[in-house]
């Protein structure tokens, strides 16, 4: 779809990016800075279905909610990743398992306390599966200097495909 040069970090543990988590989806995502976007390719394997072969609207929420929120990343600041207060979604069609889609994100509004994003699940012909729109907030100080986060921190990096 778009050049793979400008790619975002994963963590080890995430449910959707996670390389040492056995169940994650793996996804990565690659900015476009020229239409200030960033996407991924990826295809979700049938025991994330709902029906048979239809993606679960839960792995379609999750699949939004990370690539709208990494559209805030697309400058290259890793550390300006937000928590979502609200997620808003449209399922416009199933989405199929076992088919290349591509998930799309971009930053309605900007800010450094809290943004507005959206994004959609594609499939290889451009057809919109799902979209969503979200409000973002950083994450509280607590959080950022928390034990846990402090310790994950340094696997949040770009991994080889």
């Known amino acids: 779809m778009y050049n793979k040069s400008s790619k975002q970090p994963n963590s080890r543990s995430c449910f959707v990016c996670g390389r040492e988590n056995e169940i994650s989806l793996k996804m990565s995502w690659y900015n476009n800075v020229e239409e200030q976007l960033v996407w991924s390719e990826l295809t979700v394997p049938s025991h994330f279905n709902s029906y048979p072969g239809v993606v679960h609207g839960g792995i379609i929420a999750a699949i ?18 937000m928590i979502t207060t609200h997620l808003e979604l449209k399922y416009r069609r199933p989405t199929p398992t076992d088919q290349p889609l591509i998930a799309v994100g971009w930053v309605e509004r900007g800010g450094n306390k809290r943004a507005r994003v959206a994004g959609e699940l594609r499939l290889a012909d451009g057809t919109v599966t799902a979209e969503c729109k979200a409000n973002v907030l950083k994450p509280p100080t607590q959080f950022l200097e928390s034990r846990a986060w402090q310790d994950e921190k340094p696997f949040f990096k770009v991994y080889d495909d």
């Open 64 to 81: 939004l909610d990370e690539t709208a929120g990494r559209a805030l990343l697309i400058n290259g600041d890793n550390d300006a990743l």
